[in-house]
């Protein structure tokens, strides 16, 4: 699921193919469709596209980590309503 960090790490050492193995796990897929579409509207369609948008740690938790806490806190309140 949330592989993008080692699949960039991977990338980044010249790596083209990595094997995938489907994880047969439950998924939250209102918020994978929150995602998807986050990325089409930064213009990431693939990981080539986040060679150039390497975060520090900070700024890591700022625009992602915290942003997906509160997608998830408002997708939670949404369905209790």
Partial sequence: ??????????YLHGH?????VWEDIEMDWDAYRIYVQWCEEEGIETIANLK???LDPEEYQVLWLDRCRVMQDELQASRRS
């Fill in 16 to 20: 083209k193919k990595v094997a995938c």
């Fill in 52 to 54: 150039d948008r390497i």
């Fill in 1 to 10: 699921t949330d592989g993008h960090t080692r699949l960039l790490a991977w």
